[in-house]
C-alpha cells in the first residue's frame, strides 16, 4: 500500500518536472543571455506575461487571454484615499518626464508640446469622454496597467513596475480628464 | 464643425513644423540634418570624421604589433587572409578556426589574439573600433549578402531573432516594438527602421551628435540602454546574434550598406 503511493507521487513529480522544465531552445537561449554578462541577464529576466508575449510575438492565442488579463488586473493598486484624479498640472510633469511616464514619446497629450511622438493613439481632447467614474477607472487602470485592458499590449505597465505610484498615476489620469488640463483646451 | 476644427488643428501643426524647421532643422528632417553637418565637415575639415577613424584602423592593421610582433594583414574575414574587399557583406558568419559565429568586431578580436598574440583583457576597445571602420571602408555602398547556412549561423540567426522579440525591463520593451510595429514611422524625432528596411545598413558610423564612432554593438547597446536594459557586453553572444538577424534579414529586403563608416546623428 504504502509502496504504491509512494510510486504515484513519484510519478507526479516527474510529471511537474517535466512541464516545468525549459524546451532545449530556450535553454539555449537563456545560456546565449547569460553570456552577455550577468547585468545583461539580470535586466533581461522576464516575469510570466513578459515571456508569454515574448513566446507568442505579442498575440497571445485566444485560450491564453483569459486568464492572462485576469492576472494583469489583480495587480492593479489604487491610491489610499480612493481619488483616481489627481491635480493635472503633476500629471502633465509625469507625462513628459522621460524619466517617469515618458508618456508624449509615443503620444500627443498637449498639442503644443514640440516632438510628441505618434506612435500611440493621439489623446487631444481625450477629456470629451467626460469624467464619470467608468471613464476615470478605465483611463487610471490602462496607465496604472496597460496589460490589464490588451494583453501584450506595447504600452509599459508604468504602475506594475513603480515607474509611476498609484498617486501619481491618478495625477496623469487627470491631466487627459481634466478640462482644465491643456489636453482638453477648447480649439 | 469637427471637420473645422481639424482644419485649424492640419493648420497649427503645419505652422508649428514650419517654425520648428527654420529654427531647429534636425528636429524635422534628420537625414538632411545629417546630410548638410557632413557638407559642413567636409567644407572646414576637408575629412569625415569616420575616414579619420578608419585611416587610423589602416595604420593599426598593416602594423606589427602585440607579442607575436605581427600585423593583422594574414586576418581571414571570410574571404581568404587578407581579403578586405566586401568582406563586411558576408558577416557575421562562421568560423572553422575559432568555431564559433562572429561578426566583423568579434572576428578583428580573434585575429588580435591568435595572430598578433594580445590577451583579450589587453585588447583596447578603441583599437578596434578603428579596425573595424578600416575594414568596413571596404565594404561601403555595396549590397549587404548575410544568408545563414550553416547549422551554426542558423542557430545564431535563431537566437537573434528571439532575442528581437524578448520583452523585457521596466519598460517592457522589445526591440519589435520600435522596430517591426512602427517600422517607417519616428519614436518622438527618430525614423525608425526594421530589420527588412534596411536598419543596420549604416554602421560602423560617425554620429555627429554624440561627435562618436558607433559600431553595431555599440549602437545596439545604445538601444538596450534607451529602454532600461544593461547592455550586453561587447563580442558576447547576443551581440552577435542580433547582428546575424538584422543583417540576415537587410539581405532579404535587398539593401546596400550607406558609405562606410556612415554618417549619422
Known sequence: MKTRYFVGLMAMLLVGLTLSQQSPFQQRVQQAINSGGNKFAETMKQDRDQALCSQYRDKLPPEEVGAFLERQRALIKYPADGKLMGDWKQGEALFTNPRK????????????????????????????????????????????????????????????HGILTPEETAHVTAFLLDPASPVNAKR | MRDRSLWIGFLVALGLGLSIALTQQQEVDPYKEAERQRELFRQTAGILPGELYAAQGEELFAQKRGPKNASLEACDFGLGPGKLEGALTQLPRYFADTRRVEDLETRIVSCMVNLQGFRPQDIKREDVKALTAFVASKSTEMPINVVPRSSQEIAMYNLGRELWYHRAGDRDMNCAICHDSYAGGKVRLSPVRSPRQGLSNEWPAYRFEADKLYTLEDRIAFCYESVGIHPPEYYSEPMIALSIYMLAEATKGKNKFTELPGFTR
Open chain 1, 101 to 160: 511616464g515618458n508618456c508624449y514619446a509615443c503620444h500627443t497629450g498637449d498639442p503644443k508640446e514640440a516632438g510628441a511622438g505618434r506612435m500611440g493613439p493621439g489623446l487631444v481632447g481625450y477629456g470629451q469622454r467626460g469624467t464619470s467614474e467608468p471613464v476615470v477607472k478605465y483611463t487610471y487602470d490602462k496607465i496604472y496597467n496597460a496589460w490589464a485592458s490588451m494583453p501584450c499590449s506595447l504600452m509599459y505597465r508604468a504602475g506594475y
